[in-house]
């Protein structure tokens, strides 16, 4: 929409307010015209403008009054019990209700517990609607979501308890200073991570905004208020479901209607039905605040905002803050989307993004301060380049709709229950090893092999059999975790207290005058193994991030003493742990003694890329866009078996109707199918020129010049073979593409 449309819209929408209701119907029909779509903009901001009128008619100072009084009365209930809490503190008044620090006095355990305002609770069919609700929202399970421990009612009072975090809210980390693209991103990530666990179950948030995250001491993200948003879902807009002071002191500003619009979707604005795409537009609203310090539809009233966010695109992040990565900013727009169907379609969309690209920005760390090379070794190729077919072949044809609606987003870990993991020889032998309880299972593999899907199954059946699971994917620890030895074990430690619901907090039991790996394996030992007969399977995902810690090498350490334990104890309490680590780094090129490692004991498992006839198999489940073993062949010498391009190179053969034909004329371009992916390869290979000039040798047919180069690039899945020698390309679409873009 251009500025002039948007000002004649504002020209009409302040005329039409200056007309009575009743014959507004009528201006609209002369000052429109034939445009009807002048007027249903017109007509939207309208329909808005009632929603905020009952609102705005009251005057301030009586809106201050009430919040006045409601501070007083809420004070007054200090020191007093509802049900088995008893009232410590006032914590905060939002348009939600009281919030107090309570102490539990059954369990001895602080809660944080939300009285509901009397005008909430009178309608019997809201409050069994809002108890659905919570319900639902109670039964979520994430290391990144709040818990609630009970939804509750006392001499007519409802009440919500949950765990008390110590910590600040996300509004105000952003107050004290800014925050860099990089903590932007590990912040959106964890978020992200809750929508998408939430949305799994079909909890869909509604009020994501800065206020409702609060970031905890020890680096870890939670993600307040899931399901609150659909009680007061049908309040008029200027009610407001901010609720700002959730852990703040009450305030009296008059911009509460406006910080609850700044976060809305467009399909809020207009009253629409809800769905998860909403959540991932108001995360893109907190993504673009984090990094440029300001919303992106900042205007002077709630109205206003509202129609920015109908109508007008945000600035360019890059404008607030020039350090932006251009990654950040496209993935920032795309789910700024003024239509559902352009934004991320899934939270788990954007989180696979998001992770991307913090190890985006991590290697590109590493590289600066790094000057050893990463190069490359080119496979021969030139005669699997397929020609260019005739342009009658590149019609797409669509597959079913029963086909198309079964496939799955690309990316990422594979769902549980999908239809189109596929079984590697690997999955047996790892579920072997846990079912026999090792004391250490490594599963080794490239990049995007699969590692994840892969033990995220072994957790899950080791959880049926009735063994007690934790998972630590490295990649979502903060910065903060990796400054330090302590700091990072008392992460790993608040994890297995959060993941198992130990009772005993880790700061607890942390001693000043001990060693952090001693305070660690007491926690550990005494809070997790000694309390339990039940066997502990501990999963570590991405484990490649500690080799670059300076004190990766004595967590290693601390995971050998445990094997070694075990073996001289065999009855002892760590014959119920389990270490499930999965990684894609050669350990010997960071570590130098392996004996002092848990890399060299164990049970260790190599997960490679899927044969052909895994993708004959896989291209069956996906309803056998490829027709015959001629095309299957063809398929297979483009992208070999690297499993997220086989299942990209299907999902857009279904998904798109795309012909084998057109894919092999459009998989190596930037706008093709594999466009994202084969652009971040090369911006990781190309932040160093002399790598840049190693890749183009071995490119040219030059050997690969040392092992180490070799398994470095191996690890990072660019290239496959068994040595240096016979190093090549992991597929052929990788040579092409980097043939025509480094030489």
């Known amino acids: 929409m251009t500025p002039e449309r948007y000002e004649r819209i504002g020209e009409l929408y302040h005329a039409a307010l200056a007309v009575a209701p009743s014959a507004r119907a009528n201006f609209l029909s002369q000052a429109c015209g034939e445009d009807d779509e002048l007027r249903r903009e017109v007509e939207s901001l309208l329909a808005s403008h009632e929603r905020t009128k009952e609102f705005m008619r009251t005057p301030a100072l009586d809106r201050a009054a009430k919040l006045i009084a409601d501070s007083r009365r809420a004070s007054s209930l200090v020191g007093r019990r509802i049900g088995q809490y008893e009232l410590l503190s006032l914590l905060g008044i939002g348009g939600m209700g009281e919030v107090y620090l309570a102490r539990d006095t059954r369990l001895g355990r602080k809660a944080a517990l939300k009285l509901l305002p009397q005008e909430h609770t009178q309608d019997r069919d809201r409050v069994w609607r809002f108890e659905q609700e919570a319900r639902a929202a109670s039964a979520l399970s994430h290391p990144n979501i709040i818990t609630i421990y009970e939804i509750g009612e006392v001499g007519g009072t409802h009440y919500i308890a949950t765990e008390y975090i110590e910590g600040q809210t996300l509004r105000q980390r952003m107050k004290e200073h800014p925050m860099t693209p990089r903590d932007a991103v590990e912040s959106g990530i964890q978020i992200a991570a809750a929508l998408a666990a939430?949305?799994?179950?079909g909890v869909v948030h509604r009020d994501i905004?800065?206020?409702?995250?609060?970031l905890r001491r020890d680096g870890y993200v939670k993600v307040l208020d899931f399901g609150l948003a659909k009680l007061i879902e049908k309040l008029p807009v200027g009610r407001t479901t901010n609720e700002a002071a959730t852990w703040e002191p009450v305030k009296t500003t008059p911009g509460?209607?406006?910080?609850?619009a700044n976060y809305m979707s467009p399909e809020q604005v207009r009253g629409e039905e809800v769905d998860e795409r909403s959540d991932v537009f108001s995360l893109g609203v907190v993504l673009y605040e984090m990094v440029a310090g300001c919303p992106p539809f900042l205007c002077a009233t709630a109205t206003e905002v509202m129609a920015a966010i109908l109508h007008l695109e945000p600035t360019l992040l890059r404008r607030h803050a020039p350090d932006?990565?251009?990654?950040?900013?496209?993935?920032?727009?795309?789910?700024?989307?003024?239509?559902?169907?352009?934004?991320y379609q899934t939270a788990v969309d954007l989180l696979i993004d998001l992770k991307n690209l913090k190890l985006e920005l991590e290697v590109?760390?590493?590289l600066q301060r790094s000057p050893a090379p990463v190069p490359i070794r080119q496979a021969e190729h030139a005669d699997q380049t397929p020609n260019v077919p005739p342009v009658s072949n590149l019609a797409p044809t669509f597959p079913s709709t029963a086909v198309r609606e079964m496939l799955e987003p690309v990316g990422g870990a594979e769902p549980l229950e999908s239809e189109f993991y596929i079984v590697r020889p690997t999955d047996e032998k790892f579920r072997a090893a846990i079912a026999r309880q090792d004391s250490i299972v490594l599963v080794k593999g490239a990049r995007q092999v699969g590692k994840t899907s892969l033990l995220a199954r072994a957790l899950q059946q080791a959880r049926e059999r009735g063994a007690r699971v934790v998972l630590t994917d490295l990649q979502n620890l903060s910065a903060a975790d990796l400054e330090s030895f302590e700091k990072l074990l008392l992460s790993l430690a608040y994890q297995f207290a959060d993941q198992l619901e130990l009772d005993i907090s880790p700061k607890r039991t942390w001693k000043g005058d001990r060693s952090p790996g001693i305070n660690f394996e007491q926690y550990l030992r005494r809070e997790a193994l000694l309390k339990t007969s039940t066997p502990i399977l501990w999963g570590l995902d991405e484990v490649d991030r500690l080799f670059t810690c300076d004190f990766g090498g004595e967590v290693f350490g601390l995971f050998r003493s445990w094997h070694n334990k075990r073996a001289l104890d065999p009855a002892g309490p760590w014959r119920r742990l389990t270490l499930a680590i999965a990684y894609a780094t050669e350990a010997h090129l960071f570590i130098s003694d392996l004996n002092q490692s848990p890399f060299n004991v164990g049970t260790r498992l190599q997960l490679d890329d899927f044969s052909i006839e895994q993708v004959v198999e896989l291209n069956r489940r996906h309803g056998s866009p490829l027709k015959d073993k001629h095309e299957t062949?063809?398929?297979?010498?483009?992208?070999?078996?690297?499993?997220?391009?086989?299942?990209?190179?299907?999902?857009?053969?279904?998904?798109?109707?795309?012909?084998?034909?057109?894919?092999?004329?459009?998989?190596d371009h930037d706008e093709g199918p594999f466009g994202d992916h084969l652009r971040r390869l090369v911006i990781s290979l190309m932040q160093d020129?002399?790598?840049?000039?190693?890749v183009r040798g071995l490119l040219r047919g030059k050997p690969c010049p040392t092992p180490d180069s070799f398994y470095r690039l191996r690890s990072a899945g660019l290239v496959s073979g068994d040595s240096a020698r016979d190093a090549r390309p992991r597929c052929t679409l990788y040579a092409t593409y980097l043939e025509k873009h480094l030489l």
């Not at 905004?209 to 609060?214: T, Y």
């Not at 509460?256 to 609850?260: H, N």
């Open 198 to 201: 939430a949305h799994e179950t």
């Open 633 to 667: 062949e063809r398929f297979f010498r483009i992208v070999g078996g690297h499993p997220y391009l086989v299942r990209r190179g299907l999902y857009e053969m279904v998904g798109s109707g795309l012909k084998l034909s057109a894919l092999e004329v459009q998989s």
């Open 689 to 694: 020129p002399t790598l840049c000039e190693v």
């Open 209 to 214: 905004k800065p206020e409702n995250v609060m």
């Open 364 to 366: 590109e760390t590493r």
């Open 256 to 260: 509460l209607v406006i910080g609850t």
């Open 324 to 343: 932006t990565p251009a990654e950040l900013e496209r993935i920032t727009a795309k789910t700024l989307a003024k239509e559902r169907q352009a934004r």
